[in-house]
Each structure stands twice: as structure tokens, then as C-alpha cells.
């Protein structure tokens, strides 16, 4: 596709259970960067991927938090044992090249938690 | 560690006139500096950045924004206001030397009246 696509679009989970969220970069995309977006807030960052290599998680809230991107290409954010608080919406945004490079966001995960 | 701060959560504007968003950082170097728009259910799009040299920088759709290290300001502009601008509008930095954690502001929504 021409632009970053996340799936699902929409996720409603009931408290405690595990959620996995889905982010398909631009295609040749060295990086790859999550943030998460509270109602009426900016993105926060929370980590970012260098082809395979996560470089920096320290955006991560808690250790129920955990992303991947095992093959440089698509990434997975996991969330175990989901809390309200969690209820956001999760973005992805992929870069050419990682220093000075545009970044490209997807239209995010809306992750609802009741 | 860096951080941004948008005074204005919400500005109305009469369509044709001129904009004025404002965006103050912290930051202890020289920053990158960001401007985003984000309409309803689309993702964010990169209006224009600031690495170095010139302070005026242009960007798409007919804005500008001007960097004043004295002020620690970015200042996002337009001289005259499309319905179309109606949205809502993000300041980000990133320290060069991170290149892959921006932080942003909490945004500015922007109503343009007809």
C-alpha cells in the first residue's frame, strides 16, 4: 500500500484481557515508532525499531507492554492484561532513515478497555 | 528532557483571516522542531520541520513557521485561513541526538468559522 496501515481499526477488550495490535510500514521503512495518543493529548512516544533492533522502549508504561518486529518489516504491539487506563489510541509511523527523515503515521488503533 | 507546550487549546478564526498557532519548547541544544496536523480519523501529516539554518521555514498548504532560539518558540502561521484548515495541530521536538523520540505538545484545535 502507498501509506502506513494498522489493524484493527477498532479493539474493545474487557479488563485483563491480552490485546495485539498490528502496524504495517511503508515499504522499504528502516524505522518504525509507536505512540500512544490519550483523548485530548499529543502522541507519547513509546518505542521505535531500527529494521529489527528495538533502539529505545523507555516510552513503554509498564512491563505489560511489549513490541516486536522480528523480520524488519511489520510490527506488533502487545498489551497483556489490559487496564482502563490503557484505553487510547495506539499510532505507528514509519521513516525512511532514522535521523532526519519524515515520519509517516498510520491512522491508529482506537483500543477501547471496559 | 524535552518538552513542548501549546498555550491555546482552541483558536476560531473567520475564514480569510490570518493564524497564528503557538508552540514554546524546552530543550537544552538546538532542537529539531515539528509542526502536525491531524484531521478527524486520518492520521498525522508533517506540515514542515526546522533542523538548522534559515528560522523561516515554508511548509505545504500555505503554511510557515518561524524558529526564535531567544524565545524558545516555533510559531506555526498562515496568512489566510481555509475552511479546509479546520483541524487539530501538533508541535513536536526531537533532540538531535535521539533521533527516534519525539515529544509533543497537546495540540491546538483550530475552528474556522464561514
Known amino acids: 500500500g502507498a501509506g502506513v496501515s494498522q489493524s484493527p481499526r477498532y479493539k474493545v477488550a474487557k479488563r485483563g484481557q491480552d490485546v495485539a495490535l498490528r502496524c504495517d510500514p511503508i515499504?522499504?521503512?528502516?524505522?518504525l515508532f509507536w505512540y500512544q495518543q490519550a483523548l485530548g493529548q499529543g502522541p507519547e512516544f513509546l518505542t521505535y525499531?531500527?529494521?529489527?533492533?528495538?533502539?529505545?522502549k523507555s516510552g513503554l508504561p509498564s512491563d505489560r507492554f511489549f513490541a516486536e518486529r522480528p523480520e524488519g518489516s511489520v510490527s506488533t504491539l502487545k498489551i497483556q492484561r489490559t487496564q482502563q487506563e490503557d484505553s487510547a489510541v495506539y499510532l505507528c509511523?514509519?521513516?525512511?532513515?532514522?535521523?532526519?527523515?519524515?515520519?509517516?503515521f498510520g491512522p491508529g488503533t482506537r483500543l477501547t478497555v471496559l | 528532557a524535552q518538552s513542548v507546550t501549546q498555550p491555546d487549546i482552541h483558536i476560531t478564526v473567520s475564514e480569510g483571516a490570518s493564524l497564528e498557532l503557538r508552540c514554546n519548547y524546552s530543550y537544552g541544544a538546538t532542537p529539531y522542531l515539528f509542526w502536525y496536523v491531524q484531521s478527524p480519523g486520518q492520521g498525522l501529516q508533517l506540515l514542515l520541520k526546522y533542523f538548522s539554518g534559515d528560522t523561516l521555514v515554508q511548509g505545504i498548504k500555505g503554511f510557515e513557521a518561524e524558529f526564535k532560539r531567544s524565545q524558545s518558540s516555533f510559531n506555526l502561521r498562515k496568512p489566510s485561513v481555509h475552511w479546509s484548515d479546520a483541524a487539530e495541530y501538533f508541535c513536536a521536538v526531537r533532540a538531535s541526538t535521539n533521533a527516534g523520540k519525539s515529544t509533543f505538545g497537546d495540540g491546538t484545535t483550530l475552528t474556522v468559522k464561514p
Open positions: 525499531f531500527q529494521n529489527e533492533a528495538q533502539l529505545d
Open positions: 509511523a514509519s521513516s525512511l532513515t532514522l535521523t532526519d527523515d519524515e515520519q509517516f
Open positions: 515499504s522499504g521503512h528502516v524505522s
